[in-house]
C-alpha cells in the first residue's frame, strides 16, 4: 500500500485508510461501480504507475480480486501487468473472533444479496447448508431496501435447526463502532441487522460458554 504510485477503491472504504495513503492519486468510486473502478485500476497500472486496489476484509472473499483478474484476461494483459494479492482479514473470521470461536468446526459463508446472484441460487445454498448442519456465516443479510431475505434465511435454518441454535450478530467488525449480540435462531431478528452486520449461525453442537459462543472440534479434553 504505501509503496503504490495510486490507490483505488470504493470510497467507503478509501475513508477507512486515509491516515496509511497520504497524498498518494486515489481513485474512489460509489457503491456498485466495481467494474469502472477496476478498468480504472489497470489503466493506470498499463500506463506504468504501482496500483494498490483496495477491499474490505480480504480481496478474494467477496473483494475486487477476481474482478481484476477477469478483466486482465479479457483485455489479453494477465500476462503482461503483475497482480500480487494481499490475504486480509474477512468479516466471518473477524466476526468469529470477537464471538468466541464459532467456526472450529466446517462452516459455509453464504452472502443474502440477489444484486449478482439470483435468490432462487441463495436459498439452494441457504436449503442446503443447513440440511448438512453447517455453521453459516450470512453476509449482506438486510438493507434498508432490502430485509425479507434475512427472515427468509432464518426460515430455512428453522426448518433443520432447533431455536435454541445459538446465533452471533457482529455490526462493523474490528472498527470503532462496532456491535456484539450473542442470541439464538429465535431470537435473532430482534437485534439490528443490515449491510454491515455479519451473522453466524451455529450447527447442533455450538453453544454458548460465558459471553462466548464455541463449535466444538472434537478434541478430547
Known amino acids: 500500500m504505501q509503496s503504490a504510485d495510486v490507490i483505488v477503491g470504493y470510497k467507503t472504504y478509501i475513508d477507512l485508510i486515509q491516515d496509511i495513503i497520504q497524498e498518494k492519486q486515489v481513485i474512489s468510486t460509489a457503491m456498485t461501480r466495481e467494474k469502472e473502478r477496476c478498468e480504472a485500476a489497470i489503466e493506470q497500472a ?120 445459538p446465533v452471533g450478530i457482529v455490526k462493523n467488525a474490528a472498527r470503532e463502532d462496532e456491535e456484539i449480540y450473542i442470541t439464538d435462531l429465535s431470537g435473532m431478528l430482534d437485534y439490528p441487522i443490515d449491510m454491515l452486520t455479519t451473522v453466524i449461525v451455529g450447527n447442533c453442537s455450538t453453544r454458548r460458554i460465558g459471553e462466548f459462543i464455541i463449535t466444538p472440534r472434537g478434541y478430547a479434553l
Open 46 to 165: 498499463a500506463a506504468g504507475y504501482r496500483v494498490a486496489v483496495v477491499s474490505s476484509g480480504d480481496p478474494g472473499v467477496y473483494g475486487m480480486a477476481g474482478l481484476i483478474l477477469e478483466l486482465l484476461e479479457s483485455t489479453g494483459q494477465l500476462k503482461t501487468i503483475p497482480v500480487q494479492i494481499i490475504p486480509g482479514i474477512t468479516s466471518a473470521t473477524a466476526s468469529a473472533a470477537r464471538l468466541g470461536a464459532p467456526l472450529m468446526h466446517d462452516f459455509a459463508v453464504i452472502s443474502l444479496s440477489d444484486l449478482l446472484t439470483p435468490w432462487e441460487t441463495i436459498e439452494k445454498r441457504l436449503e442446503a447448508a443447513a440440511m448438512a448442519d453447517f455453521v453459516i456465516v450470512l453476509y449482506n443479510p438486510a438493507s434498508k431496501k432490502r430485509d425479507w431475505q434475512i427472515k427468509k434465511a432464518r426460515e430455512i435454518c428453522l426448518q433443520h435447526k432447533t431455536p435454541t441454535t
